[in-house]
């Protein structure tokens, strides 16, 4: 094995040591430094030396030092054998921490695993908990001792820095409540929501334990309450997007806010105004919610032009560590279909209503997608004689949930599901011949990234009729930190039916099956997979329809 100049002094006799700038001046010295550093005495450099090979995982380095010149063998790599958690007996598991054993015993690894014990002890009520570290080089095992305490409940909260928004306001934004359990996670949420709201340029909380309560106090820094955000994606579906997005949220002391967002693609364009103005004198988390909307989308079977103009009630609230986010209200709606089938122009009113849920854990590693659930319930309906010929509804109901099979951390495999049904209900358009009397988006068009990966785009259309039912489940199997640079890769699965009828599908049965791979850049998240379209039980009504492979990219989107 060839050996290694570090410099004139300092010889590796086996192989080579990667040094920074700054260590290679610890070592060496550098000449147009300051005096003290020009040189460095050989007992020095041995001494940092050791350091950094230590910090590399190399724990039996050997060296030899004459009057002019220090040599170094620095050994193999001491690799962790056994991870020993002592004090915390069924409430932490050794088993679970991953990339420890069999990886270089360094000290960053033991940060790792202090992190990960503080963190699911915190996560279980045990809000103020010691823990110390230690490494035996001889039989390269990590030692750790917890020291849990007690488990806590929340006792108050107090706050500097708010300086004029109202706390009782802001308080919306809270996890938690008093009384309940501890847990970090309810904490990192809040500090979270109240960052990515604009309200503040930071936010932490700090904990006081005393015996089995816990005091938290969030200091916050308030900065302009205004936020602009501008962002790129791309996707082989919907070609280059862009999105710019501003905020307002210091309308007034309670926090007011109104959101402006625009959208920009080939495929569609968008533009949303909204607003939570928190004005009721009733309650301080129930807000109006004026909200305006302007859309031209272009699809396989349609193009499309649509203005809403609506006023909504709204709240949200945490309750048994899920958000709640419920809104209803009325719209006044213009639409005209520029192509396709559908009333070529119309104005209605319809009443509109969503509640979605999401548990904490979900929010929480919501850009990692590792694990969680949530869902939603979306209602939109109009009334024949105001402004509509039909009497008709739509109900959508979705589910999403991942699993870190396991429990592993990091995960190893995450299993991702997502359920979907959608209802149109309308006994007057039961007909087909009939069924261009309903507007566009009383109408189920399927396939693409959304739903069935098999299928282009919403491709699956009867020739630009639509669907009234549809049911649809995806599965995905994610295989997490095991190829190198963080890349994902992932298997592929999905199945629907779709109903001609209302409440009614039919039999053809659309099947996708495939591959992919997913990294989490730093900049979004790019996905790449090919999955092959298959019709089962297919009839009359679905033999026009392609069964190949479809590639999709994109960055920016999520399963």
């Given at each position: 094995?060839s050996?290694?100049?570090?410099?004139?002094?300092?010889?590796?006799q086996?192989?080579?040591?990667?040094?920074?700038?700054?260590?290679?001046?610890?070592?060496?010295?550098?000449?147009?430094?300051?005096?003290?550093?020009?040189?460095?005495p050989l007992?020095?450099?041995q001494?940092q030396?050791n350091?950094?090979?230590?910090?590399?995982?190399y724990?039996?380095?050997?060296?030899?030092?004459?009057?002019t010149?220090?040599?170094?063998?620095?050994?193999?790599?001491?690799?962790?054998s056994?991870?020993k958690?002592?004090?915390?007996?069924?409430?932490?598991?050794?088993?679970?921490?991953?990339?420890?054993v069999?990886?270089?015993?360094e000290?960053?690894?033991?940060?790792?695993?202090?992190e990960?014990?503080?963190?699911?002890?915190?996560?279980?009520?045990y809000?103020?908990?010691?823990?110390k570290?230690?490494?035996?080089?001889?039989?390269?095992?990590?030692?750790?001792?917890?020291?849990?305490?007690?488990?806590?409940?929340?006792?108050?909260?107090?706050?500097?820095?708010l300086?004029?928004?109202?706390?009782?306001?802001?308080?919306?934004?809270?996890?938690?409540?008093?009384?309940?359990?501890y847990?970090?996670?309810?904490?990192?949420?809040?500090?979270?929501r109240?960052?990515?709201?604009?309200?503040?340029?930071?936010?932490?909380?700090?904990?006081?334990?005393?015996?089995?309560?816990?005091?938290?106090?969030?200091?916050?820094?308030?900065?302009?309450?205004?936020?602009?955000?501008?962002?790129?994606?791309?996707?082989?579906?919907?070609?280059?997007?862009a999105?710019?997005?501003?905020?307002?949220?210091?309308?007034?002391?309670?926090?007011s806010?109104?959101?402006?967002?625009?959208?920009?693609s080939?495929?569609?364009q968008?533009?949303?105004?909204?607003?939570?103005?928190?004005?009721?004198?009733?309650?301080?988390?129930?807000?109006?919610g004026?909200?305006?909307?302007?859309?031209?989308?272009?699809?396989?079977?349609?193009e499309?032009?649509?203005?809403?103009l609506?006023?909504?009630?709204g709240r949200?609230?945490d309750?048994?560590?899920?958000?709640?986010?419920?809104?209803?209200?009325?719209s006044?709606?213009?639409?005209?279909?520029?192509?396709g089938?559908?009333?070529?122009?119309?104005?209605?009113?319809?009443?509109?209503?969503?509640?979605?849920l999401?548990n904490?854990?979900?929010?929480?590693?919501?850009?990692?997608?590792?694990?969680?659930w949530?869902?939603?319930?979306?209602?939109?309906?109009?009334?024949?004689g105001?402004?509509?010929?039909?009497?008709?509804?739509?109900?959508?109901?979705?589910?999403k949930?991942?699993?870190?099979l396991?429990?592993?951390?990091?995960?190893?495999?995450v299993f991702?599901?997502?359920f979907?049904a959608i209802?149109?209900?309308?006994?007057?358009?039961?007909?087909l011949?009939?069924?261009?009397?309903?507007?566009?988006?009383?109408r189920?068009?399927f396939?693409?990234d959304?739903?069935?990966?098999?299928?282009?785009?919403?491709s699956?259309?009867?020739?630009?009729?639509?669907?009234?039912?549809?049911?649809?489940?995806?599965?995905?199997?994610?295989?997490?930190?095991?190829?190198p640079?963080h890349?994902?890769?992932f298997?592929?699965a999905?199945?629907a039916r779709?109903?001609?009828?209302?409440?009614?599908?039919?039999?053809?049965?659309?099947v996708?099956?495939?591959?992919?791979?997913?990294?989490?850049?730093?900049?979004?998240?790019?996905?790449g997979?090919?999955?092959?379209?298959?019709?089962?039980?297919?009839?009359?009504?679905?033999?026009?329809?392609?069964?190949?492979?479809?590639?999709?990219?994109?960055?920016?989107?999520?399963?």
């Amino acid at each position: 094995m060839s050996e290694q100049i570090l410099c004139d002094h300092v010889i590796v006799q086996d192989g080579r040591i990667p040094l920074t700038k700054n260590e290679e001046v610890l070592v060496c010295g550098r000449n147009e430094a300051v005096e003290g550093w020009r040189g460095i005495p050989l007992p020095q450099a041995q001494f940092q030396l050791n350091v950094i090979l230590q910090n590399q995982g190399y724990l039996h380095a050997r060296f030899e030092r004459t009057t002019t010149q220090l040599r170094v063998w620095k050994g193999p790599v001491t690799n962790t054998s056994e991870l020993k958690i002592s004090g915390a007996e069924g409430l932490v598991n050794a088993g679970k921490k991953r990339k420890i054993v069999g990886y270089p015993l360094e000290p960053k690894k033991l940060d790792e695993v202090n992190e990960w014990i503080d963190m699911s002890l915190r996560r279980q009520g045990y809000a103020c908990p010691a823990i110390k570290l230690s490494a035996q080089a001889w039989d390269a095992t990590i030692l750790a001792a917890a020291e849990p305490g007690e488990r806590r409940r929340i006792s108050k909260v107090e706050t500097t820095g708010l300086e004029s928004l109202d706390y009782e306001s802001i308080r919306r934004y809270e996890a938690f409540q008093g009384g309940d359990f501890y847990d970090v996670i309810d904490t990192q949420i809040t500090a979270a929501r109240l960052l990515n709201q604009g309200l503040f340029q930071s936010a932490y909380f700090t904990t006081q334990c005393y015996d089995d309560k816990v005091d938290l106090h969030l200091f916050t820094g308030v900065g302009k309450g205004r936020l602009v955000r501008f962002g790129l994606g791309a996707s082989t579906e919907e070609l280059p997007f862009a999105d710019l997005w501003f905020k307002n949220t210091h309308l007034d002391d309670k926090a007011s806010s109104y959101t402006a967002s625009l959208h920009g693609s080939p495929i569609k364009q968008k533009l949303n105004i909204s607003s939570e103005l928190y004005w009721l004198p009733i309650s301080k988390r129930t807000f109006l919610g004026p909200r305006f909307k302007m859309e031209r989308r272009k699809e396989p079977a349609y193009e499309l032009f649509k203005t809403v103009l609506g006023i909504d009630l709204g709240r949200e609230w945490d309750w048994q560590k899920v958000r709640w986010q419920g809104r209803v209200g009325p719209s006044s709606n213009y639409e005209k279909t520029l192509t396709g089938i559908g009333p070529k122009e119309f104005k209605t009113v319809s009443w509109e209503g969503s509640l979605n849920l999401m548990n904490h854990i979900y929010e929480a590693f919501s850009r990692e997608q590792y694990e969680g659930w949530n869902a939603g319930f979306q209602y939109r309906g109009q009334r024949q004689g105001i402004g509509s010929s039909v009497n008709v509804d739509r109900y959508d109901v979705t589910f999403k949930h991942l699993w870190n099979l396991g429990a592993y951390s990091p995960p190893l495999f995450v299993f991702a599901s997502r359920f979907e049904a959608i209802a149109i209900d309308s006994k007057q358009t039961s007909n087909l011949q009939e069924r261009d009397t309903l507007p566009i988006d009383y109408r189920i068009f399927f396939g693409g990234d959304e739903n069935i990966r098999g299928f282009a785009r919403e491709s699956l259309n009867k020739h630009g009729l639509g669907y009234l039912t549809a049911a649809h489940a995806g599965f995905e199997l994610r295989l997490i930190e095991e190829l190198p640079y963080h890349l994902q890769p992932f298997l592929l699965a999905d199945v629907a039916r779709l109903g001609t009828d209302r409440y009614t599908l039919d039999p053809p049965l659309f099947v996708t099956s495939g591959l992919g791979i997913r990294w989490a850049s730093p900049f979004g998240t790019l996905r790449g997979s090919a999955a092959h379209g298959q019709i089962w039980h297919g009839d009359q009504s679905s033999k026009d329809y392609g069964q190949h492979w479809v590639y999709f990219i994109s960055f920016g989107q999520e399963f």
